[in-house]
């Protein structure tokens, strides 16, 4: 502040222009009242104007010489302020160190004061350091677990990476990666390998009927069998779902491959007992060979998949390998499956009846709902082309549900034209008969259509039937007291259970058309048919022949006593008024004989 007043001092302190040093007034040239006495005289005898211009020229001289002085002193202050602000910045960093030092000061004071306060708790201090030790010794341990823990977590996690959860099978990542290098040793070596896409047929169907765990054990089952059938070097691994691939890596030959479907179809032949069901799995077998079927792994698990479809196709429960042909023939069924979600929708299914026949009158007593569609492009389609995609992909419960709809409507519009009663038969999928939703939509069908029950019969397949026979035994005699008949269909192919047969309310048997077919050429399948006919008629059960061909067919049955026969030889399917036109005429179908 001192300094401050200083400085504002020597700013505002300029003297007056005229408060001349004595040096500068010394410069100053003599008035001209100092001049000499004799010059004085000289000059009178000159003009007064010359004196005037004289002294006019002094007094600018002077005039000068005064503003020479106050620059000088201008800069003088100039030169003095500057020598005063550095000496402020000088008193400044004087200041500054003089903190500094107060500060560093202080510090030492405090450091010392701590030492001694240390020095003093010394015992204390050590106590507490060995604490602090204590737990440093015992946070060391813990995170090493937990390190140790994360590691164990990585290492599970890189497991569940590539294996599937469930089984604890190879995962699609890990079999990818397995196959690539498979082929590229099997590139080097020049060799083979193969490749088997594995799926279970009709595997939706057990999820639906059984439930989910049932389905999870069984798939969990189906891996520890799969494994138990194959070598060590072959990875067995699940894809998701129902589907498993096996990878043979460097095989001999193609015959290798097929050695091993064989086994493993055989293999898993055998029931698996899951939660108190003996589960009959069969599975579907799509083979690929590297190099000919593909050379990467994708196109070789492509026509693996591609053959495998082929297999379900031709009946499931069998192996195909890869072929060219394939390609189309999967693209087609694929267009299929994508056209059959529109078809409900359109309109586009329509029932044909085939008739059944009283073998001694020929009367039609009965006829066989047979759905068709009509496909927009592919023209009529008969249920082969595509059921087995609708129970594959689910459709088949609304497709079953208009089926029977639009049958009961169909038999009650002939009824209503006055037409003949007649037995209307109605095929019911597994997946319909166990679905939740079966006996009241079948009720309600009923309700609304006003078709009389007695005159519906629905046709089971043995398969159907034994499975889960007390829950079937249930839906059966709620149907029965419905009044519907109840037909077993394709008797003799699957493993009926006698005791169970005489349990069912069951109406009809119907001697599957293979042994129909051979009756005549085969002594077997002849005492076959007569048997299941003397069956039948112990049971007080109907029987019927299906596929009836020829005469000598119709003949043999009529002399065994066959109560009814259906069959190409009696009618083809035929559309509702073709059936239609048959009963109004009346008669008999049986041709003439030869
Ligand atoms: N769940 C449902 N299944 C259905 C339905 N409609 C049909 N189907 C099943 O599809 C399978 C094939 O049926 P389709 O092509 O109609 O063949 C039937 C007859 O045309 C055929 N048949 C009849 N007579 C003869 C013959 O003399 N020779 C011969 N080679 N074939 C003949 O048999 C089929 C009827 O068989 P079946 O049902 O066992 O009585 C077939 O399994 C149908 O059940 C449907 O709506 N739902």
Redesign the pocket.
Known sequence: MARNKSRDAAKLGGKPSSDLTQQQKKNIPASRDSGPRDSESADRKHSVGDDEAAMLSRKKLVTAREKTVDARESASKARENTVLVREDAAQTREEETNSREDIAAKREDAMQSTQTELQLKSPEHTAMLQEANTRLVVATLAAQRQTEQIEKVRVELQHLAHHDALTNLPNRVLLRDRLSQAIEAAHRQGQQLGVMFMDIDRFKKINDSLGHAVGDQLLQSLAKRLLTSVRGSDTVSRQGGDEFVLLLPLIESPDGVELSAKKILTALAHPHNIAGHALHITFSIGIAIYPDDGEDAETLLKHADMAMFYAKESGRNNYKFFEQEMIGRAVELQSIEASLHLALERNEFLLHY?PKIDLHSGAIVGV????RWQHPQRGLL???HF?SIAEDCGL?LPI?RW?LREACLQAAAWMNSGLPAIIVA????ALEFRSEEFLEHIRATLKTTGFDPHLLEI?LTESVLMRDVESTNSVLHSLSDMGIRLAI??FGTGYSSLSYLRRFPINTL?ID?CFVNQLNANPDDATIVQAVISLGKSLHQRVIA????TQEQYEFLLAKNCDEG????FGF?MAPQSLAALLKAGGSLIPASD
């Open positions: 085939q066989e709902a047979l759905i008969l249920p082969g059921m088949i079953g089926v109605v095929n019911t999928s046709e269909d394709d119907k058309q299906e596929g009836v061909e259906q069959g190409y030889y399917p």
